[in-house]
């Protein structure tokens, strides 16, 4: 009889071990990153700011960091993986007196303000340029 159980103990370990296996199977397809369509180009997007940015005055992106990784990846999604589109956006910030620094200072405010990467990719000030909420 004690043999008995022990083969039904075992039995059932051997079953609730294979159902954990597959548990754990699907919970590690379910939770798998999913590959992206193709590698976010940080560095290039920053090269192509930066081109704009020495041209006209303006901060130039020394390090790419985790915050503005975010908000270029969220970005470059919005501009649909295009870096044509990353190229007209920052030829319109160029080209804008207020965000290229060549306005008059706001009040209370003793310099121009004037536009950054990160600050044009966060998500509120890139929907306003878009929206062209800055034109003059």
Not at 2 to 14: I, Q, V
Not at 29 to 48: C, G
Not at 68 to 81: F, V, W, Y
Not at 104 to 126: H, I, V, Y
Request: hydrophobic content about 40%; overall charge positive; glycine content about 2%.
């Amino acid at each position: 009889m004690a043999d008995n159980k022990l083969d039904k103990a075992h039995a059932e370990n051997k079953t609730l071990r294979s159902m954990l296996g597959k548990i754990h199977t699907l919970t590690s397809e379910f939770f798998k990153e999913k590959p992206t369509a193709e590698p976010i180009p940080y560095k290039t997007i920053a090269e192509i700011w930066n081109i704009m940015a020495a041209k006209n005055d303006l901060p130039q992106v020394v390090k790419i960091t985790t915050a503005m990784k975010g908000h270029i990846r969220q970005r470059h999604i919005d501009l649909e993986r295009d870096l044509n589109r990353w190229h007209n956006f920052f030829k319109y910030i160029a080209n804008n007196d207020f965000l290229a620094g060549r306005a008059s200072p706001g009040r209370d405010r003793a310099k121009p303000f004037r536009c950054t990467l990160l600050w044009a990719t966060q998500e509120t000030n890139f929907q306003k340029i878009a929206a062209k909420e800055y034109d003059q």
